[in-house]
């Protein structure tokens, strides 16, 4: 029931204030002199002003007390005045409120002065401004400016309701300048209310393509990757559906405009029908467009796409350019059947301005339409199961991969191979099939193809689960616990990862960013702890996974810069052991470094950092893969891995102090370039 309510608070008040800006807009722009506020048709239209302004403030009254009742989890608060003001006081969505009533007080006192006044052009423009405030800092309230508040972020939405209020708003006065045609069918009254509505209707489309532009912007922000959700999630369904009303809407003010408008300054008999069918069409696209607010506003207060949780994929396929695009035929396909696309719209374009006959205009691109994507997207289908797109609910983290390293040698080295390159010698992948004769296809190469970034994480999950079917590949579900399943997931990713992290080297690429390193929680021998990403805005850090006793002169160099690199480059340095320390070692290492030395979680961390190993020069693809003696990773203070330092294969590198500082020096003067990492794969 709350929720009810407050989707009709908020649909009130945003459809008041939305007519309210654009008949301001609508009459600002048509103003041709004194005559216009003795218009009937202006008078029956200001007359509505303090009615919507009062729609407004009820509205937002109604969003106050569902707030209420919905961030305490009790209905009963809904009309508790104390628990109101909690939500004025303490809560950001509560001062943005304060400054929305505000602004409706304001629009209010506004409205009742310019009754009194002897309006001119001017007038209704502060009105249009002043009418624009409260959906301005109603965007801050939406899904764009719940995530961050910026120009960037803000903008599209923004823009994107005030181009609505502008096409959505004027509609209530072209109704009322219709009605006024059929009372008064005079030449010259026709004439005037003719020009009003081709002045609208030549405004309509560059509004309607700004506002296109900025719906695709907004809810690109809150679908992200995840295109999938548009037929899975509620937010998609929504989405879907404002669409095609926007459609159909378009169709419709298509037709008001070529055929009905033209027909209104004709001869009275046909000017008199197209007043009937203009009449008739309007408050048709005005009732949509009524329902397009309202499914507007359940989208607005509806979970983003990118955030939603699929647990169950209920197709057998899916669309998926990774996974195929390197495939034979695949681009001829797509590329013929894009082209084929875009040339139904050019005959369906062209069979508009020259007026074709209804089946080369409409039915002949109809037909090519869906040939073309017949050919281009059959090419990109893949199978899919009910995990596909599940997320993973254990954290990208060292504890996780360090885990599923061990499951990794435990149950899949045999087949997969050490290091996951599809080198394993199982017996049964030399068994030939006693029926067709045919050997088992080789394991997938899970290291140096780009398996896990061309398949979701639900994928794997599933394959770990029940098998690959036509393979070798068992199933694990009876196995491997839930959480064990996704650690190998997790595993799996951050070898496809590590083998990326031979593109690094002790050069930083400036702004760049690329590598999302597994993070991690540790304590150290004097007593400090935390997490890798308790760094994240504040400082760069550098990770060292070291050796006793040979990486001691460079622990010492170190030392000696640590108070430099800490204060004139913002750097902090974490030492990881590369194996078990004894009590004397410990204690020799710590009398000569002034930075935590990793004692709890180390090895965990070593694990997982030991796949960042390789390099170009050295790929260390072959049995186990090496342990260098010493090797350091520069992460930058968003949470990316930048640059690594490996001391047996990349020369003096950082030993030279200039080097290593040159390198810090660029991280620190990078502005933020993305988001910090997520803390799951995808």
């Not at 209310?193 to 907004?218: C, E, N, R, Y």
């Not at 209920?314 to 390197?326: G, V």
């Not at 400082?539 to 622990?555: A, D, E």
Request: neutral net charge; charged residues 15%.
């Amino acid at each position: 029931m709350i929720e009810f309510f407050s989707a009709l608070a908020r649909w009130l008040q945003l459809t008041a204030n939305l007519v309210l800006f654009g008949s301001c807009v609508f009459l600002t722009l048509i103003w041709f002199g004194k005559k216009l506020p003795q218009l009937g048709w202006v008078r029956k239209l200001e007359q509505s002003f303090p009615w919507l302004v009062g729609i407004v403030l009820l509205g937002l009254i109604g969003i106050l007390a569902s707030t209420a009742g919905q961030a305490t989890g009790d209905a009963i608060n809904t009309w508790d005045l104390n628990a109101w003001w909690e939500i004025l006081l303490r809560t950001r969505v509560g001062h943005l409120w304060v400054a929305r009533f505000g602004l409706a007080l304001l629009l209010l006192f506004i409205v009742l002065h310019l009754k009194r006044m002897h309006r001119v052009r001017w007038h209704y423009g502060v009105l249009a401004v002043t009418a624009a405030l409260p959906l301005t800092v109603g965007s801050l309230v939406s899904h764009a400016g719940a995530e961050e508040i910026s120009f960037a972020s803000v903008t599209p939405y923004t823009l994107h309701i005030l181009l609505a209020g502008v096409w959505f708003g004027a509609l209530p006065a072209i109704i009322y300048i219709i009605r006024d045609a059929l009372n008064n069918s005079q030449a010259g009254t026709l004439l005037l209310h003719a020009d009003f509505l081709k002045q609208f209707s030549a405004l309509a489309l560059p509004v309607m393509i700004l506002l296109f532009l900025t719906g695709w912007m907004a809810a690109d922000r809150m679908i992200g990757d995840y295109y999938h959700t548009l037929v899975s999630s509620r937010y998609g369904w929504l989405l879907n559906l404002k669409l095609l009303i926007l459609g159909i809407i378009l169709w419709i003010a298509y037709r008001i405009r070529s055929v009905w408008l033209p027909l209104f300054i004709q001869e009275n008999v046909r000017a008199g029908v197209a007043i009937g069918q203009l009449r008739k069409w309007v408050g048709i696209e005005f009732l949509l467009a009524l329902i397009l607010v309202l499914v507007a506003t359940l989208l607005a207060n509806t979970l983003p796409g990118k955030h939603a949780i699929i647990d169950h994929w209920p197709y057998p396929f899916r669309l998926s350019i990774d996974a195929t695009w390197d495939e034979s035929g695949v681009q001829n396909f797509f590329w013929a059947g894009t082209l084929l696309f875009i040339l139904a719209i050019g005959i369906a374009a062209m069979g508009t301005l020259n007026r074709w006959n209804q089946s080369k205009r409409v039915i002949l691109p109809v037909i090519m339409g869906l040939v073309s994507l017949g050919i281009a997207l059959p090419p990109l289908i893949i199978e899919a199961y009910p995990e596909t797109y599940q997320k993973t609910p254990i954290p990208f983290d060292a504890i996780s991969i360090s885990k599923g390293a061990t499951l990794f040698a435990e149950h899949c080295v045999s087949c997969h191979g050490p290091q996951g390159k599809g080198t394993g010698t199982a017996p049964e992948l030399f068994v030939a099939d006693p029926e067709t004769g045919e050997f088992p296809p080789d394991p997938t190469d899970l290291l140096t193809k780009t398996h896990t970034a061309r398949h979701t994480v639900g994928n794997f999950y599933h394959w770990l689960s029940y098998g690959v079917e036509g393979t070798s590949m068992p199933g694990f579900s009876a196995v491997l616990t839930d959480e064990n399943r996704w650690d190998v997931v997790n595993y799996l990713h951050a070898l496809s990862r590590g083998y990326m992290g031979r593109l690094l080297g002790s050069l930083v690429t400036p702004n760049q960013p690329f590598l999302a390193p597994p993070v991690f929680s540790y304590f150290a021998h004097d007593g400090s702890g935390g997490s890798l990403k308790d760094f994240r805005e504040k400082s760069n850090v550098l990770l060292v996974l070291f050796s006793w006793p040979q990486s001691q002169q460079r622990l010492f160099q170190l030392s000696d810069i640590y108070e430099m690199l800490k204060n004139d480059f913002h750097t902090e340095i974490l030492l990881i052991p590369n194996r078990a320390l004894t009590e004397e070692e410990m204690a020799a290492v710590t009398r000569i470094v002034p930075f935590p030395v990793i004692t709890e979680g180390w090895s965990e961390i070593r694990d997982s950092y030991l796949l960042f190993r390789r390099t170009m020069a050295v790929p260390d693809l072959l049995r186990k893969g090496m342990t260098p003696e010493h090797i350091e990773y520069m992460i930058d203070r968003f949470g990316y891995l930048r640059a690594r330092w490996v001391s047996q294969f990349d020369g003096f590198g950082w030993l030279i102090t200039g080097v290593l500082t040159k390198q810090l020096t660029i991280l620190n003067q990078e502005e933020k370039i993305k988001p910090p990492p997520d803390d799951h794969v995808h």
